[in-house]
């Protein structure tokens, strides 16, 4: 019974998350930890599963589709893993009750994003390349940039790498929040190129923060096996429902439900604090 | 008119063909990797509730010792550990696969990043063994 209930919610947090190009994972910690009374560290490793898991498939049709970019998302993802590794330390060394209040501030700042129509949104397909105000780059930056744009400013875009691979090591999350704004803002990679990019990256950085919660004992294999169905389910389904769904409807129920999750995980937070 | 048609965004460089050869390599490892996982997971999960098993039952931890004889004798543990393993290793394989197209197109500074990056996948996997024992 419970087993059905843990796979359908990861069902939903599949549909929901493919349908607003989040992924799944800012869902099931909440789910997991609010619903069915998991640690946040274990919730945190079964997240970590899941959004490799809803990223593999989805990765493979960009790649395929020549929308990601191989070249930038390596060399963007050695920096990811690196924040994930560090991360993945620190998620051991720092309170449950921190980890869940860093979660909520998470949460309210993805509400946000999406009120703004911000990062989380996927571009239309005839979405032209953005245009550069820069001067001609060179070196690694010609080298990464793709058909149609230049890619500049990699030295910052490795930096908020960084950045998104700890917090996506300590939160159980893709990473897309930090990593799709810094792509298409700061690095003038087209809004779309970035999405497709940044959930390529999502498979390495999550696994080098996932091996540090599996060799730690962190990531349960009934839970973790059981909802990763059911979000890689969703996820599927979410993809062939994209067109028939009212997004804007949609993305304000979405919103109402992180600011609640937001508030859960505040108190929770309260609650373990020691 | 001849019947002819033209291909309207045909790729115009040299490089182009190997590139797109490696895109799809990977697109179709990754997705041929992420269905055999969750495969192999759901075959565990329906072991796990064969056997009376659910989340919220004590959960097996991972040893690598026992694998083997775990799945081998189709235990759901070892089922469920061998799903979450091909779940992680198939990013893994992505970049082992990548290094290699790069390798044959001697581009080094690719060749560099994946291997750089595999290294931190090994060090993040001693350091929490060195961490936990």
Redo the contacts between chains.
Sequence with gaps: MEAGLIMLGGGLAGVVGSLLGLGGGILIVPLLTLGFGLDVRTAVGVSLVCVIITSGAAAGVYLERHVANLRLGMTLELFTALGALAGGLIAFAIDEALIAGLFAVMLVYAAVSMMRRGPTETAPATELPTTHEEPRVEGWSSRLSGEGYEVRRVGTGAVGSVGAGVVSALLGVGGGLVKVPVMHLVMGVPLRVATATSNLMIGITATASASIYLFRGEIDAYFAGTIGIGVFLGATLGSRLAHRVPIAVLRLLFVVVLLYSALQMVLLALERAP | MTGRHEEPRQPTADEATP??G???A??????F???A??AI??V??IA??ANG?????P????DPARLGADILALRP?GL??L??LA??A???G??VV?LVGYAHRREL??VA??A??LG??A???I???T??S
């Design positions: 590139r797109i490696l895109d799809h990977i697109g179709r490892l990754l997705i990797g992420t269905y996982a969750v997971l759901t565990g999960v796990m509730a098993l659910g989340p919220g039952d959960a097996p931890a991972f543990d469920l550990w799903g979450l779940v992680i198939t990013p893994i992505r970049v990548s500074s690719m990043v994946a750089a990056i931190v996948i060090l993040s996997i350091l929490a063994i961490l936990e």
